[in-house]
């Protein structure tokens, strides 16, 4: 199971950015995909996540913000982010595993992480 997260960057606020994760080695089907993020000196924390039958679940902190969709054919999940923030400044990590969880432990396989950072 392999997971391979890009997309991250430079944006000012209020800008957008789409990260993706794609997979190999497994279907979307069978496994929730989770985006996760981690600051300096922050734990690591549960951002959105996608379960294989397409439901969802976001924090608090990015609903109304952020998206989460995959492409099947691609074998890829894709996380919108709009109006960014300072605060979402942060590495982005996606993870693989059985249930669409925001917690850490629910997840596998674990990808290489991502940077985005907001600011002017």
């Known amino acids: 199971v392999q997971l391979q997260a890009s997309g991250g960057g430079l944006v000012q606020p209020g800008g957008s950015l789409r990260l993706s994760c794609a997979v190999s080695?497994?279907?979307?089907?069978?496994?929730?995909i989770g985006w996760f993020r981690q600051a300096p000196g922050k734990e690591r924390e549960g951002v959105s996540c996608l379960s294989g039958i397409d439901s969802t679940r976001s924090a608090d902190s990015v609903k109304g913000r952020f998206t989460i969709s995959r492409d099947t054919a691609k074998n890829t999940v894709y996380l919108q982010m709009n109006n960014l923030k300072p605060e979402d400044t942060a590495v982005y990590y996606c993870?693989?595993?059985?249930?669409?969880?925001?917690?850490?432990?629910?997840?596998?396989?674990w990808g290489q992480g991502t940077q985005v950072t907001v600011s002017s």
């Open positions: 993870a693989a595993g059985r249930l669409c969880r925001l917690s850490t432990d629910a997840y596998h396989y």
């Open positions: 080695e497994f279907t979307l089907d069978y496994y929730a």
